[in-house]
């Protein structure tokens, strides 16, 4: 059936049209909690400027945003923090892993710090450096819209059937006697149930308390 | 279950009869006004402050427990991030605590170099504070001036030791690397313009009347609750208490310049941003001072004192400065410290940055305690804070120069 | 007054006997036992003059090549603000119930402090308002910078749950 269309509409695949959209307005949510964050500050500040590329307008309110920008190591007390933001972020969203102790611990191989935020959420581009310059921050922001552009779809339906854990090998360094001390640190800033069992989030109950299957 | 105890400690304070008309308030860890990660639970009566309780430890990473783990040198690293607006006055402070435990004197060259990175690293703290600060009560403009000049002082780090952020420049008895002639020039050209900036800043600033509103009268300290409170640096001397290191027990080649200790007296936040401002000038006079007069010679101790590291070209070039710094970083050799103990400090950004420093013989500390001048500032947050609006919250924490990386390690 | 004066001064005030002092560098330190510490810091607070706690600190010395039976020391560095003199006190703690009085009436800055080599530590401080974790979380159970607790832990790091990407 041929339609005839007036001079000034064209046709396009509604994905391509929703991945140019997406790709060129990303909006950062900056979860800066060490010195990656201030060069996180000098990628948006004014020598380099990320709003040449369609990133600068960082929203401190993850319902805001589409890309969470983990600057700096995490910790124990901070994981939890980390995952409540990104469940609070609305689809499609994306995650960059700044700095060397965000993607893997870096120099922090200690007791508190979390070896590696891809552990515990799903991390689209990793960034070497301790810290990055901002150039490298940059250059991941061009290679995430880069792969927006590839693989988005319109109605984010490729993340559905991303259900496995896409993170590092689940065989961790821990020592064979160790034993995981009792308590549950998943409560620093969330009301406590009494029941063991912790709302987390709105998508479902999760019980926090057991250990992860996969870390079994 | 922490929010419970909070929650518990914030109704326990007196003078909640009419808590009805009361509720809390959850501010951080994430906000963009917390400079990083740390959480306040306030207790608000309409928008007035009752009772502020600070939450820290959202960014304890085990800093102590890892100096423990490594020697003297590879543990420069680590301090780098402690106070990463000023990453190379937390590596002076720390291997000045070294060489006051190993007793060495370094050379005059290497006084002087540390004297203008330590000084840079101040106007670079006192920038970053105040462009951040004036950033959360509104003025952006300000906060990418400030932010301009702190790339120029990025780019001198970056000549000097290869490294724009955390430059691991200094070594137990000296620096990475000597600085050259090109660098004292970029030097030169930066303090040129930094003045331009400067003026800049404090023509956008200093008579800005939602700027000074916003800040005059809020968050007062007087003298006493300073000295009682432990306050030192900026905000010690915002209120009155005429301490500096850098003039009461002299280190590095400090009593050689000629400059001033800057203090006001009424305590409250405007008058911590106008010490910071002038402070940056004093930094300035030094550092023209150090370039004007900088000695020639060697930047490291004597090699043959087996403590330092012999340079770069003759590691590579030569097999006696291979075999030294064989000996010095394989891990069954290393240096010998004394076994004892020693409390030292210099005078950081934010205030007295000090190690308590126990050696147990070996190249590696036994104990390596920071005193991080942003812990003591913070404690005092729900002092400052009780009775003011909601909106001076981030007025005083801004003021106060909090950065979590040195307030949990 | 300087750091010998307030020793004179503290020796005339506890007994000859009860201080040991000694010097390295430019630190003088008075060793003092836990009972009379509270003596001895409110003296030097209001008598001597060292109006400023600059802090406070705790070190564990089991295994250290110099360690006597005494496991932890705890280090309070003082400060003359208005002379420039400094003077280290330290006291010697033990194990299965360590606990010190708090020096939290003296200055008020020694509140948190005192709560981090609680935290670190576990040294407990009588008299202190507050006494909870302030780095770790809460619910944590060790001491981290014990000497027999691991650099690396004992895995409470992994314990977390983790998000995959279909389940947002």
Known sequence: MAVSLPENVFTAKLDALANWVRTNSLWPMPFATACCGIELMATGASRHDLARFGAEVMRFSPRQCDLMIVAGRVVMKMLPVLQRIWQQMPEPKWCISMGACASTGGVFDTYAVVQG??????????????????????????????????????????????????GPSQSLPRPLDAVVAPGDYTTATRQWEGTGKVQFGERGVRTSLEIHPARK | MALDVLERQASDAPGLDEREFQWTLNFGPQHPATHTTLRLVLTLEGEQIIHAVPDIGFLHSGFEKLGEDLNLNQY???????????????????????????????????KYIRVIINELMRIQDHLLNIGTCALDLGAFTAFLYAFYQRELIYDLCEHASGQRFHSSFTRVGGLLYDVDDAWIAKLRSFLKGFMKAYNDVTGLLNRN???????RGVGVLTKEEAINRSATGPIARASGVLRDVRKDDPYLSYPDFDFQVVAAKE??????????MLEMLESHKIITQAIDNLPSGPVNVDVDGKVVLPDKSSTWRSIEGMIQHFELTMSNRGFKTPVNEVYGAIEGPGGELGFYLVCDGTEKSWRCRTRPPAFYHLAMFPHL?????????????????????ELDR | MTAQEAINKLKEVSGNGSISTSEFRDNTRVHVSKDILMKVLTCLKNDCGFDFLVDITAIDYMGYPTATTDRFAVVYCLLNTSEGSRIVVKTMVNDPDPVLPSSYSLWKGADWPEREVYDMYGIRFEGHPDLRRILMPQEFTSYPLRKDYPLRGMGERHNFPVLTRAEG
Request: with cysteine.
């Open chain 2, 76 to 110: 420069v690293t680590i301090v780098d991030r402690m106070n990463y607006t000023s990453p190379l006055c937390n590596e002076i402070a720390w291997h000045h605590v070294c060489e006051k435990l190993l007793g060495i004197e370094l050379t005059p060259r290497c």
């Open chain 2, 209 to 215: 009347k939602i700027f000074i509103d916003r800040l």
């Open chain 1, 117 to 166: 935020v891809d552990r515990f959420i799903p991390v689209d581009m990793y960034v070497p450096g301790c810290p990055p310059r901002p150039e490298q921050l940059i250059q991941a922001v061009i290679d995430l819209q880069e792969k927006i552009r590839q693989t988005g779809k319109f109605f984010s339906d490729e993340f559905d059937k991303r259900t496995q854990y896409t």
């Open chain 2, 385 to 405: 804070i009780k009775g003011h609006m909601l909106s001076d919250v981030v007025a005083v924490l801004g003021s106060l120069s909090i950065i979590a990386a």
């Open chain 2, 267 to 276: 305590g409250d936040c405007l008058a911590r941003y106008h010490v910071r």
